[in-house]
């Protein structure tokens, strides 16, 4: 990126941070002139950036994360000697489950065109029907 495309960069980002933020970078002399501070500047609002993305995450989303990072630093051969091993015993569990809560019901889903429910100016409206023996 060209000097001025920085700068313009910097300055549409730095619009994106808390107040707060922004005051912090002001305070600790983050300037958007000069090279180095523009690249220093840039380097400090992804990073700001990137926090709020984090902070907003859901537990799942952060564990997912952290085993894509994780990952980073096996062969393989590892990871798929982990996935083969997590796959037998999520089996495993799952037949446990079914052990102790078998399901008793059978469930159909009806995808025909034939429905009792009819719609009216709805006629892209697709229907369908569950029946449970």
Do not use: C
């Not at 300055?11 to 933020?21: G, V």
């Not at 002139?33 to 700001?48: A, H, M, P, R, T």
Request: avoid cysteine; charge should be neutral; hydrophobic fraction near 30%.
């Amino acid at each position: 990126m060209s000097y001025r495309v920085v700068q313009l960069a910097n300055s549409n980002n730095r619009s994106k941070l808390h107040k707060k933020d922004q005051i912090w970078l002001k305070e600790n002399f983050y300037k958007n002139i000069g090279w180095n501070n523009v690249v220093n500047f840039y380097q400090k609002i992804e990073e700001l950036l990137n926090n709020y993305q984090v902070k907003e995450l859901t537990l799942e989303e952060l564990f997912i994360e952290a085993d894509r990072i994780g990952n980073k630093y096996l062969t393989n051969q590892e990871i798929n000697d982990y996935n083969q091993s997590l796959s037998k015993v999520v089996n495993e569990v799952a037949e446990e489950i079914d052990k102790h809560f078998p399901e008793t019901e059978i469930e159909f889903i009806d995808f025909s065109q034939n429905t009792n429910i009819k719609y009216k100016n709805k006629h892209n409206h697709k229907t369908y029907k569950t029946v449970k023996f």
